[in-house]
């Protein structure tokens, strides 16, 4: 590491606000999936959808002033399943959205679907009121394997679902899952080649891990063993170069072009206000950053929205943690970052990450120059290894 990028620490925010990204979280799915910890709650009866779009209004009126001015480059819609929201509902928040915000007009909008709640005429809808990315939660086309899931459609639907998106979105992503239950590695060659033949414009592609605090975790299914897995992510990485696709971040593939901004936002250690029942919030400002969580059941986000106990946790980072974070982002891009980057990022000197970085460099995970910062091979192999020397 070179002794000129050693400076001493600071402890105000960046110098100049980040990117600012905007991420809404529909929190209500059909039914929860037994691997999935994120905040998603069964649909039980009509879903309140006037009510909660009425709640995420008073959100962003209340979080105004924290981003006031800041041009908004991307916004993510995601869940749960966010296209049990209608067409009309879609509209109203993109509105509420551009009558609040200075949303660029390039910006990139996506919104997660799962074919579960498919339709291609609200698919037609969303694109005519303004979403112009598509993210279609698939897992798997074998309906043996989405049924061990807990998934609502089977292979047919999500086929459907995903010839329906490419017909009309210009961007579309679809995320598969690997090393599922009793899955081989030629059965993962087959979804993939299902995948590979609807040709979408982005794949991200998971490694099923069993998350504490779900029905997995609690009854584990037969899993594929360590070597398997590993195979198959290697399967994966092989088949997607061959086809043409870049291997940007951990589990993102995209063609030239095709990345997700939004993401990238967040890998790249950028700002984002999170609206909706569970939501989160990276903000930076001259006297540091900070990070903030919505209450997490949506009767109690939709009954407190636009008051401060809105906010279930609101805490400013100190150094160790604004490096940590960073780095934790940052090296999930197969290319690194600028080195640059950390100090405009973070407002600290790269010297703040010096301990970590010149141990990550002996260990031969990380390439350290005055240009960039990137992993090696090794350290996007064992990337939890790399990072837990980033610590505080």
């Known amino acids: 590491m070179a002794e000129s ?7 105000g925010g960046p ?76 509209e109203r928040l993109l509105q509420d959205l551009r009558t609040l915000l200075p949303l660029r007009p390039w910006a990139e909008i996506t919104l997660e679907a799962n074919p579960g709640a498919f339709e291609a005429e609200r698919f037609r809808g969303y694109r005519a009121v303004g979403v112009n990315r598509l993210s279609i939660g698939v897992q798997s086309f074998d309906d043996r394997k989405l049924a061990a899931l807990g998934r609502v459609h089977d292979g047919a639907a999500a086929r459907r679902a995903v010839e329906a998106a490419l017909t009309l979105f210009d961007t579309v992503n679809l995320d598969l899952m690997y090393a599922l239950p009793g899955q081989t590695v030629a059965e993962l060659d087959a ?11 982005h794949l991200s592609a998971y490694h099923l891990t069993l998350e504490p605090n779900t029905a997995f975790a609690a009854r584990p299914p037969p899993l594929p063993n360590e070597d ?53 919030s990276k903000l ?35 150094p160790a943690d604004r490096v940590f974070e960073f780095m934790m982002n940052a090296l999930r891009l197969t290319e690194g970052v600028p080195a640059r980057l950390f100090q405009e990022r973070t407002g600290l000197p790269l010297g703040a990450a010096r301990n970590g970085l010149l141990a990550a460099e002996r260990k031969g995970l990380l390439t350290v120059q005055a240009e960039r910062i990137a992993p090696t091979p090794q350290g996007r192999r064992y990337l ?9």
Request: proline share 8%.
């Open 284 to 318: 930076s400002h001259a006297d540091g950053i900070e990070r903030q969580a919505r209450l997490r059941h949506p009767r109690d986000y939709m009954r407190h929205a636009g008051r401060p106990e809105i906010l279930q946790e609101q805490r400013r980072l100190d």
């Open 15 to 90: 110098a100049v606000p980040p990117p600012l990204a905007v991420y809404v979280h529909v929190p209500w799915c059909l039914a929860k999936c037994p691997y999935c910890d994120f905040n998603s709650h069964p649909l039980r009866g009509k879903l309140p959808e006037t009510e909660y779009l009425d709640a995420l209004r008073r959100d962003l009126e209340a979080g105004l002033p924290a981003i006031w001015g800041r041009p908004v480059e991307t916004v993510f819609i995601g869940g749960g399943t966010p296209s049990l929201i209608s067409v009309a509902g879609v």
């Open 191 to 201: 979804d993939l080649d299902v995948a590979l033949g609807l040709g979408p414009t």
């Open 384 to 392: 939890n290894d790399l990072l837990a020397l980033f610590l505080p």
């Open 5 to 11: 990028l050693i400076q001493f620490h600071t402890s």
């Open 228 to 280: 398997t897995a590993a195979d198959m992510q290697l399967r994966v990485e092989q088949r997607l170069a061959e086809a043409g696709y870049q291997h940007y971040e951990t589990s993102a593939f995209a063609r030239p072009g095709a990345r997700c901004r939004h993401n990238l936002n967040y890998w790249e250690f950028g700002d984002y206000l999170g609206l909706g029942a569970g939501a989160h």
